[in-house]
């Protein structure tokens, strides 16, 4: 356990639906970093927070995918409009400096 | 995209021996990190190495680096059993580092200690 919390852990949902994660993170870490991975596959970098501010998105983050960290703290990530090419683990870390704490992932089915 | 690529994609080995696993990548570096990941578990830092270093030993874990050839390799000595993981090397963002970037990872190697 690295100390950073996923929740929920597990979603299914239906093709169009929205969803929401959240991610809470080490206290004293000011950031936080989102990541996709699908199977067979390393994580790969949607977005990173320092403190509240969102300071870099990947071309992978759509306009369907929006996230925020309000007050610095926990983070969410919310999807639109699902599709199937959403399925995948999606993981939150965070971090003082140079090392990445991750936590368990959300992994996502989308039917 | 991923930068890194780790070399054996799969690699089997016997309880007791060791492995040993390389990572290649694209763009200067700050520095490299590898992690562990176990079936379907969020991943584990294992060991950073800067880009100013050129081996670094943690515990039973050896890591080397050469910028010069943008490699990397870690070596895990007297494996257990409970080292059987998926283990990815990343990379920072180089220049622009800060973080920002977030890490880029490779498509791992997938570790199976036989007992």
């Known amino acids: 356990d690295t100390g950073v919390s996923q929740d929920p852990r597990h979603k299914i949902t239906k093709r169009g639906q929205n969803v929401t994660f959240r991610c809470d993170p080490i206290?004293?870490?000011?950031?936080l970093y989102w990541y996709r991975q699908t199977l067979g596959q390393g994580p790969e970098f949607l977005t990173y927070?320092?403190?509240?501010?969102?300071?870099?998105k990947s071309r992978l983050l759509s306009d369907r995918f929006s996230a925020e960290r309000p007050k610095g703290s926990f983070s969410t990530l919310e999807i639109q409009r699902t599709e199937q090419g959403d399925s995948a683990m999606y993981l939150c870390?965070?971090?003082?400096?140079?090392?990445?704490?991750f936590g368990p992932g959300t992994r996502l089915l989308v039917l | 995209s991923q930068q890194g690529e780790e070399d054996p994609q799969a690699l089997s080995i016997q309880e007791g021996e060791n492995a040993t696993m390389n990572c290649s990548y694209k763009?200067?570096?700050?520095?490299l990190q590898w992690y562990r990941q176990n079936s379907g578990r969020g991943l584990v830092h294992l060991i950073l190495?800067?880009?100013?270093?050129r081996e670094k030993h943690s515990g039973r874990l050896r890591v080397t680096l050469d910028t010069s050839k943008k490699s990397s390799s870690l070596l895990i000595t007297a494996s257990r059993a409970a080292d059987t993981a998926s283990y990815f090397c990343?990379?920072?963002?180089?220049?622009?580092?800060?973080?920002?970037?977030?890490?880029?990872f490779g498509k791992g190697t997938h570790l199976i200690i036989q007992p």
């Open positions: 870390a965070s971090s003082p400096a140079e090392t990445q704490y």
């Open positions: 206290s004293e870490h000011n950031r």
């Open positions: 927070f320092q403190n509240e501010a969102q300071l870099e």
């Open positions: 763009t200067s570096i700050n520095n």
């Open positions: 190495i800067r880009s100013n270093e």
């Open positions: 990343a990379t920072d963002g180089g220049v622009s580092g800060g973080g920002a970037d977030g890490l880029t």
